[in-house]
């Protein structure tokens, strides 16, 4: 048999990068990053080589699985299909619609399946109870969005190409590859604005790999950003630098923002912040009076107790010092497969608050509720509880905070279904498990990532190798379970038939449609518009050139305006304001405040059964700053026992001045170590201890609702210390 060489795009993480992967004899032989891609132009990183180990893995699940007394068994798909369709029809006739809960997870936004036929099924069970890693992650990105801009979906990215100045709040690309900034080789990018003479400065609790590569770094305390951005604001107002610029016709709320900004001195925050008054006036200076600046912000600002407010304040700064929606600042994308204007057309801008969490009454956003919420509403009795659960692409018992209880719970559900490729901490609670087609094994686009993108592009990615007789595509087994869904009253018979015709479509059809429907018309391509087969025909993707300015056309407020002072967000300020100016300080010499980190060579809780990412030393440590860990008489590698509100585990310290005094940090997606799970690598080799064993689920965003990760209270103690006492 000869070689080939497939081309195709990455799908582990939101960089989309293009590989070269060589086939020969219906095996991988070698994966490179393809030179030819015009936009990652050969970017590469760890995790796209252990693609082979994933796809080879013989954990990997290839039929599904049901769980018997004697473990888990392998059964026919008819059965397993019969088996979910009917549990999931009886617990809905017999309790309602809202006991069945989902819970979505990131690789969703990595898959067309599950985002074309996912998303008609999932969300059309006609519960409340949806819950994703959305609340988990950019959730607040999403609202600030919504209110201020006017719809969910208008995420805007650094320009990178062309900025002078990038100003990272809580972001870490050079280990995350950059995160609603989908840019393959993000770090050279940052490299080039060195190189044209520009800045990257970067405010983190931690020196991170980036900031070591930035021009400056600024420690903050974990969940402060807003206060820092609040003084950036204020000094940019009161020395008269305030350029809104092209945008200014459009604004409305510029006088509520700049009175708000005025009670914010940076004398007045510094102390909460960690940063003094002279470097808060220098950066808001620095920012002001470079032309073309991006102020950029990801997980670090999202996931916090004020996420709302710092996602809200980020696209202020921007917009205040005309940086929103010009050449290298923050600009929109015109994707070709456009869906902002067209949910706005049909009235679909993003929903916030239309209704509660039955428990603690935590906020609706999108549609689905935060899944802080889900364990309680799975324990406690009442209409409305969540009796069954179907997972996808979701491991929340590592992801979520306080995931023990969430795990506890998860075992009183009268039924659970996981779509996974892997029996692991989460899955292994379902009573059946459908696992669908992985990676190379489906077509692939990036319907999502496209959106989020450095530059416009297009690019689609053939399936490497047929799915396997035994096995089923995510759109397959979505379109199944809706078939046997029983439809409930005669209008639902007519729904049901029409979602199902429209799941009769795969995937490549229903992108087809969406292309043509797309912006890309005449206008680009000569005539011929962007089709699938155009696709197809450019291998190693399209390009389709630079962002351009959006605005106004797509502001979706009916005004028509960017609305600079939310209410919501003005009446969220006076929490921020007694939280962190009302005196109250955590006590260094006691506690300390944990954060989490990413790492290369794992994507969130998943990778770990990829021998090649996971060799060498053990990676799961908490690093510590030099005082707080001599404070505590411990030397480097002590073995140490850290204990929150919620729980308690024992790992290894790393004595680092990377991090900041009082900051501990400790990375996710390790604790394989739960009986039941089928990781025969990770549990070897990658055992650790999950982060969410700490992390607490009362602590949300109390606006938005969205967890709080961002600075968990923790003692920290030598664990042989401890068995003395
Ligand atoms: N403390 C703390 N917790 C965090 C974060 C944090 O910063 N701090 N970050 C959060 C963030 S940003 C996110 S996005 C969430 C992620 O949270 P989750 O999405 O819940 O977690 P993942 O680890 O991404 O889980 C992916 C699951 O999908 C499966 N999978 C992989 N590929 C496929 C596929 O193609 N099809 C199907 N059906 N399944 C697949 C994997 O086996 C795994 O079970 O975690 C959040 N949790
Ligand atoms: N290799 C790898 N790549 C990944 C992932 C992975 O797990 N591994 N996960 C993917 C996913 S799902 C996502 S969402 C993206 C996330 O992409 P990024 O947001 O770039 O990822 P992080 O590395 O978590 O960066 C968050 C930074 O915020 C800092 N931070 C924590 N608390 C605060 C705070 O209160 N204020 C400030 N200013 N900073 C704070 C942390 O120290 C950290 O450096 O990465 C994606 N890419
Ligand atoms: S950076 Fe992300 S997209 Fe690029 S190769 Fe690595 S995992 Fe894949
Ligand atoms: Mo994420």
Same mark, same amino acid.
């Given at each position: ?5 497939h081309f195709r795009t990455c799908h582990l993480?939101e960089?989309m990068?293009?590989l ?25 990183? #760890? ?8 796809h ?21 798909w008819?059965?397993?299909f ?20 989902v819970?979505q997870g990131n690789p969703t936004a990595h898959n067309l399946g599950t985002l074309l036929h996912g998303q008609i099924v999932l969300r059309t069970? =006609? ?5 994703s ?49 989908t840019? +393959? ?84 925050? @510094? ?13 808001? &200076? ?35 010092? =005309? ?12 994707p070709a497969v456009d869906l902002?204007?067209n949910a ?5 801008? %993003? ?26 509403? !799975? ?11 179907i997972?996808s692409c ?9 995931? #023990?209880?969430?795990?506890?719970? $998860? ?8 779509i996974d490729v ?12 459908l696992p669908p087609t992985f990676g190379v094994e489906h077509e692939h686009y990036d319907v999502l990532l496209h959106a989020? @993108?450095?530059?416009?592009g297009a690019k689609w990615s053939e399936a490497l190798f047929a799915r396997g007789e035994?096995q089923r595509h995510d759109w397959e087994i979505f379109r199944e379970l809706h078939r ?14 029409a979602r199902q015709a429209l799941l009769a479509l795969p995937p490549a059809r229903m992108l087809d449609g969406a292309l043509r429907l797309g912006?890309y ?5 000569? %005539?011929?518009r962007l089709s699938l087969a155009r696709l197809r025909a450019a291998p190693?993707g399209l ?11 797509? $502001? ?38 944990? !954060? ?14 990829? #021998?090649?990412?996971?060799? +060498? ?6 690093? !510590? ?13 002590? &073995? ?6 919620? +729980? ?78």
């Amino acid at each position: 048999m000869t070689a080939a060489t497939h081309f195709r795009t990455c799908h582990l993480c939101e960089a989309m990068c293009g590989l070269a992967i060589d086939v020969e004899a219906g095996a991988i032989t070698s994966i490179r990053g393809d030179a030819a891609d015009p936009f990652s132009k050969g970017h590469l990183c #760890p995790k796209a080589v252990a693609l082979k180990d994933l796809h080879e893995d013989p954990d990997r699940l290839k039929r599904p699985l049901r769980r018997t007394a004697a473990g888990f068994v392998e059964i026919g798909w008819d059965e397993a299909f019969d088996e979910v369709g009917r549990r999931l029809s009886e617990i809905r006739a017999a309790h309602g619609d809202d006991a069945l809960g989902v819970y979505q997870g990131n690789p969703t936004a990595h898959n067309l399946g599950t985002l074309l036929h996912g998303q008609i099924v999932l969300r059309t069970l =006609g519960t409340r109870n949806l819950f994703s890693a959305t609340s988990v992650d950019q959730l607040p990105h999403m609202l600030a969005s919504l209110l201020v801009l006017g719809h969910q979906a208008m995420l805007p990215v650094p320009d990178l190409d062309r900025t002078e100045l990038l100003v990272i709040f809580g972001a870490n690309p050079a280990v995350s590859n950059g995160s609603i900034m989908t840019a +393959g080789g993000a770090m050279r990018r940052l490299g080039e604005i060195r190189a044209r003479g520009g800045r990257v400065i970067v405010l983190d609790p931690r020196r991170t790999e980036t900031a070591a590569r930035a021009d400056e770094h600024h420690f903050v305390v974990p969940g402060t950003d807003a206060l820092v951005m609040l003084a950036l604001l204020h000094v940019i107002f009161a020395d008269g630098l305030a350029r809104p610029g092209r945008l200014a016709p459009h604004l409305r709320g510029l006088g509520p923002l700049r009175a708000l900004a005025a009670r914010f001195a940076p004398e007045r925050v @510094a102390e909460a912040c960690g940063m003094s008054a002279g470097a808060l006036r220098a950066l808001a &200076r620095t920012i002001a009076s470079t032309p073309r600046a991006a102020i950029y912000g990801r997980v670090g600002v999202s996931l916090q107790t004020f996420g709302a407010l710092s996602c809200w304040l980020l696209l202020a700064l921007n917009v205040v010092t =005309g940086n929103l929606d010009e050449p290298g600042g923050m600009m929109f994308t015109r994707p070709a497969v456009d869906l902002v204007p067209n949910a706005a057309r049909a009235g679909l801008r %993003g929903t916030f608050g239309r209704f509660r969490s039955r428990v603690r009454g935590l906020p609706e956003f999108g549609g689905e509720l935060p899944v802080a919420a889900l364990a309680e509403e !799975i324990e406690v009795p009442g209409d409305g509880r969540v009796r069954a659960l179907i997972t996808s692409c979701g491991n929340p018992v590592l992801s979520t905070p306080n995931g #023990p209880r969430l795990s506890r719970a $998860l075992d009183r559900l009268d039924f659970m279904v996981a779509i996974d490729v892997y029996l692991n901490e989460t899955t292994r609670h379902a009573h059946v498990i459908l696992p669908p087609t992985f990676g190379v094994e489906h077509e692939h686009y990036d319907v999502l990532l496209h959106a989020v @993108a450095v530059r416009n592009g297009a690019k689609w990615s053939e399936a490497l190798f047929a799915r396997g007789e035994h096995q089923r595509h995510d759109w397959e087994i979505f379109r199944e379970l809706h078939r046997r869904l029983r439809p409930r009253g005669a209008l639902e018979h007519v729904t049901h038939a029409a979602r199902q015709a429209l799941l009769a479509l795969p995937p490549a059809r229903m992108l087809d449609g969406a292309l043509r429907l797309g912006p890309y018309g005449d206008r680009y391509l000569g %005539g011929a518009r962007l089709s699938l087969a155009r696709l197809r025909a450019a291998p190693h993707g399209l390009d389709l050139g630079p962002l351009e300015p959006a605005l106004p056309e797509r $502001l979706y407020a009916d005004d028509r305006r960017i609305d600079l002072a939310p209410s919501l967000m003005l009446a969220d300020v006076a929490r921020l304001e007694s939280t962190l100016l009302g005196g109250a300080r955590v006590n260094p010499a006691r506690e300390l405040r944990l !954060i989490g980190r990413r790492q290369l060579r794992n994507n969130n809780r998943w990778m770990h059964n990829a #021998p090649r990412l996971v060799k +060498g030393r053990d990676r799961c440590t908490l690093q !510590i700053h030099p005082d707080d860990a001599r404070a505590r008489g411990l030397a480097d590698g002590a &073995r140490v026992r850290v204990t929150s509100a919620k +729980g308690a585990i024992e790992v290894p310290i790393e004595v680092d001045d990377a991090m900041m005094r009082g900051v501990v940090s400790l990375p996710h997606g390790f604790g394989h170590d739960r009986d039941g799970a089928r990781l025969q690598v990770a549990a070897t080799h990658a055992k650790g201890a999950s982060l969410n064993d700490l992390t607490d689920e009362e602590r949300v965003d109390a606006l938005s609702g969205v967890a709080d990760f961002a600075g968990v209270a923790v003692t920290v103690q030598n664990v042989e210390a401890r068995a003395a006492e």
